[in-house]
C-alpha cells in the first residue's frame, strides 16, 4: 500500500523555525514526491515548494528565502526546512506524489505560528 506520512509540525514563535518530513513507502519513493502544499480554512491549497525528478525546486513567492525542499533517496523522505516563519505560514502542510499518474496524499501535519 502506498503511504506518505508527514511529521515536525508544531507550534513556533514568530521568527522560528521547523523541519517537515514526508516519508514514502509502499512503492513510492522519494523522488516520485513533487512538493509541498499547504492548507487554511477559506483558502484553496496552494504550493508551497516544488521539487523535479531532476532536482529542480521552486517555491511560492510567499516563503522564497525561508523555506528550502531537499530530498534524501536512501530514507525515501523530503523535507521542508521552513525558517522566519510568521503566522501567515500557519497551515497543515501537506505532501504530494505521483505514480503512474496517480496523485497520493499524506493526511497532512499542522503548523501554528504565534505573533
Known amino acids: 500500500q502506498v503511504q506518505l506520512v508527514e511529521s515536525g509540525g508544531g507550534s513556533v514563535e514568530a521568527g522560528g523555525s521547523l523541519r517537515l518530513s514526508c516519508v514514502a513507502s509502499g512503492g513510492i519513493f522519494a523522488d516520485n514526491v513533487r512538493g509541498w502544499y499547504r492548507q487554511t480554512p477559506g483558502k484553496q491549497r496552494e504550493l508551497v515548494a516544488g521539487?523535479?525528478?531532476?532536482?529542480?525546486?521552486n517555491y511560492a513567492d510567499s516563503v522564497k528565502g525561508r523555506f528550502t525542499i531537499s530530498r534524501d533517496n536512501a530514507k525515501n523522505t523530503v523535507y521542508l526546512q521552513m525558517n522566519n516563519l510568521n503566522p501567515e505560514d500557519t497551515a497543515v502542510y501537506y505532501c504530494n506524489a505521483v505514480r503512474y499518474g496517480i496523485a497520493y496524499w499524506g493526511q497532512g501535519t499542522q503548523v501554528t505560528v504565534s505573533s
Open positions: 521539487i523535479s525528478i531532476g532536482g529542480t525546486t
